[in-house]
């Protein structure tokens, strides 16, 4: 079957790199927050860093460095091929990561026709994924350029405030092409700067496949095109992690019964960028950090991030509020058809993400990639979330009602992953980068276990009083 102008168009108008615009306020926190990539080579650690991230990168692809994926590799390179599409009309292809029963249920209601039409669950949900989306994608699309070439858009210069993010640091772009030997514009590299991995590395193991359609493709037509050309667009941050974190969390805050099996799904969705060959693992950590700083700040309806007009997306004031509606028009939804509880549902599961040894394992791989420390000073040390990001804490908070701020803050610091990144400088966005929502997950869903077990008497004999 070949396919139609509709399908092509759909692809190209969902899944190409989110074009940037003149950068917001937003934007300019963001770009502040992933601007130490621009300073590693400057560094003995930093070029450690780099060289690691190159080699991690190609390793990963080719499948020489094994790592504890979810499926077998030549299985989870064709999930990395169907993950290619960017459901973010409904977050469908994230919906797997709610398990086999309330995935399958989710799907039937919110799925997608062809790659310009799609169904919903809801307005509500529909309208929280438009804003978040919106609001993750607009950031990850000012930096691409940003850090290729100080551009809004590959050729239009970014405003003196923006600028001087970089003279502040004294920062460099292109980065990755300069430090990759394939400089901005050389033969065989991107145009304007940040050359992928798929011209960088010395060769791409080549996946062919079904993609998210089904249409017999490969990775290369996804790279070089003609189905999507990313030889023009910068690497880093990835975009597609950003669109996977984001879908992780909102699917997280929407069933949190399912909160660590969906930011597994998150981390495997960002995996998957890299063995595609689309992207290296620091594009895929910033991405993420991106995506998670954004989140909290939706959630905390901090006045820079809600309230705004965004293309394609409702306007939405109280964040937290329009959650907790869509929350529970998924839950009256899915209950119903599943028949049971949404907690009962969200343990009916034989999919890949129903081994929490297994999801655990995979989710702790992505949090550094073994790359080595950039800032020593905290490598060892606890970094207090309540003090750098208090707001951090609402990533816990919307699920597990249960935790105060001030728990969920401190729970997100007992946590922490390794600390030292190459975006781990001490900043309040740093500190993102070093979040473990796993383990974070873990440690809430055990204590709203315990004051259950706590309640629980109490409730039984109100019952047996009645």
Same mark, same amino acid.
């Given at each position: 079957?070949?396919?139609?102008?509709?399908?092509?168009?759909?692809?190209?108008?969902?899944?190409?790199?989110?074009?940037?615009?003149?950068?917001?306020?937003?934007?300019?926190?963001?770009?502040? &927050?992933?601007?130490?990539?621009?300073?590693?080579?400057?560094?003995?650690?930093? @070029?450690?860093?780099?060289?690691?991230?190159?080699?991690?990168?190609? &390793?990963?692809?080719?499948?020489?460095?094994?790592?504890?994926?979810?499926?077998?590799?030549?299985?989870?390179?064709?999930?990395?091929?169907?993950?290619?599409?960017?459901?973010?009309?409904?977050?469908?292809?994230?919906?797997?990561?709610?398990?086999?029963?309330?995935?399958?249920?989710?799907?039937?209601?919110?799925?997608?026709?062809?790659?310009?039409?799609?169904? @919903?669950?809801?307005?509500?949900?529909?309208?929280?994924?438009?804003?978040?989306?919106?609001?993750?994608?607009?950031?990850?699309?000012?930096?691409?350029?940003?850090?290729?070439?100080?551009?809004?858009?590959?050729?239009?210069?970014?405003?003196?405030?923006?600028?001087?993010?970089?003279?502040?640091?004294?920062?460099?772009?292109?980065?990755?092409?300069?430090?990759?030997?394939?400089?901005?514009?050389?033969?065989?590299?991107?145009?304007?700067?940040?050359?992928?991995?798929?011209?960088?590395?010395?060769?791409?193991?080549?996946?062919?496949?079904?993609?998210?359609?089904?249409?017999?493709?490969?990775?290369?037509?996804?790279?070089?095109?003609?189905?999507?050309?990313?030889?023009?667009?910068?690497?880093?941050?990835?975009?597609?992690?950003?669109?996977?974190?984001?879908?992780?969390?909102?699917?997280?805050?929407?069933?949190?019964?399912?909160?660590?099996?969906?930011?597994?799904?998150?981390?495997?969705?960002?995996?998957?960028?890299?063995?595609?060959?689309?992207?290296?693992?620091?594009?895929?950590?910033?991405?993420?950090?991106?995506?998670?700083?954004?989140?909290?700040?939706?959630?905390?309806?901090?006045?820079?991030?809600?309230?705004?007009?965004?293309?394609?997306?409702?306007?939405?004031?109280?964040?937290?509020?329009?959650?907790?509606?869509?929350?529970?028009?998924?839950?009256?939804?899915?209950?119903?058809?599943?028949?049971?509880?949404?907690?009962?549902?969200?343990?009916?599961?034989?999919?890949?993400?129903? @081994?929490?040894?297994?999801?655990?394992?995979?989710?702790?791989?992505?949090?550094?990639?073994?790359?080595?420390?950039?800032?020593?000073?905290?490598?060892?040390?606890?970094?207090?979330?309540?003090?750098?990001?208090?707001?951090?804490?609402?990533?816990?908070?919307?699920?597990?009602?249960?935790?105060?701020?001030?728990?969920?803050?401190?729970?997100?610091?007992?946590?922490?992953?390794?600390?030292?990144?190459?975006?781990?400088?001490?900043?309040?966005?740093?500190?993102?980068?070093?979040? @473990?929502?796993?383990?974070?997950?873990?440690?809430?869903?055990?204590?709203?276990?315990?004051?259950?077990?706590?309640?629980?008497?109490?409730?039984?004999?109100?019952?047996? &009083?009645?």
């Amino acid at each position: 079957m070949k396919r139609n102008a509709l399908w092509v168009l759909g692809v190209l108008g969902l899944i190409m790199p989110f074009q940037a615009a003149p950068q917001t306020a937003t934007d300019i926190v963001v770009l502040k &927050g992933l601007a130490p990539v621009t300073v590693l080579s400057k560094t003995y650690t930093g @070029n450690a860093a780099l060289a690691a991230n190159y080699v991690a990168t190609g &390793g990963i692809q080719n499948g020489t460095i094994r790592q504890a994926t979810l499926l077998p590799f030549t299985e989870q390179q064709q999930q990395a091929l169907r993950d290619v599409f960017i459901t973010n009309g409904n977050l469908a292809e994230m919906a797997d990561g709610l398990g086999s029963t309330l995935g399958y249920a989710y799907l039937a209601r919110a799925h997608y026709i062809d790659p310009a039409h799609y169904t @919903n669950l809801s307005e509500s949900v529909a309208d929280i994924i438009k804003y978040a989306d919106a609001t993750t994608q607009s950031n990850a699309g000012s930096a691409k350029y940003f850090f290729a070439n100080a551009t809004t858009d590959g050729k239009t210069q970014v405003s003196g405030e923006a600028m001087a993010i970089l003279k502040n640091i004294a920062g460099d772009t292109d980065i990755f092409g300069k430090s990759y030997h394939h400089a901005a514009g050389s033969a065989g590299a991107n145009a304007y700067g940040n050359s992928r991995p798929f011209q960088t590395e010395p060769s791409i193991t080549l996946i062919i496949g079904p993609d998210y359609f089904y249409f017999p493709s490969s990775n290369l037509v996804y790279n070089y095109g003609p189905l999507l050309d990313l030889s023009n667009s910068p690497s880093y941050p990835s975009g597609h992690t950003s669109y996977g974190y984001t879908g992780a969390l909102l699917l997280a805050m929407l069933a949190p019964d399912r909160y660590s099996q969906m930011i597994t799904r998150g981390a495997e969705y960002g995996n998957d960028r890299i063995l595609i060959g689309a992207h290296y693992a620091m594009d895929v950590m910033g991405g993420r950090t991106l995506a998670l700083y954004d989140m909290a700040h939706l959630l905390a309806n901090d006045p820079a991030y809600v309230g705004h007009s965004l293309p394609g997306a409702p306007l939405i004031k109280d964040f937290q509020a329009a959650v907790k509606e869509a929350r529970a028009d998924l839950t009256m939804v899915l209950q119903a058809a599943c028949g049971k509880t949404i907690a009962e549902c969200a343990r009916e599961d034989t999919s890949r993400f129903s @081994n929490p040894a297994a999801n655990e394992a995979f989710y702790d791989e992505t949090q550094t990639y073994n790359l080595p420390v950039v800032y020593p000073q905290n490598a060892n040390k606890v970094e207090d979330v309540r003090k750098l990001a208090p707001e951090a804490g609402y990533l816990l908070t919307t699920a597990f009602p249960w935790l105060t701020l001030e728990e969920a803050d401190q729970i997100l610091t007992m946590t922490e992953g390794p600390g030292g990144g190459f975006l781990d400088n001490g900043t309040s966005f740093g500190v993102y980068s070093r979040l @473990n929502l796993y383990a974070a997950a873990k440690r809430a869903e055990a204590l709203g276990s315990a004051h259950s077990s706590t309640a629980r008497p109490n409730n039984s004999s109100a019952q047996k &009083g009645n």
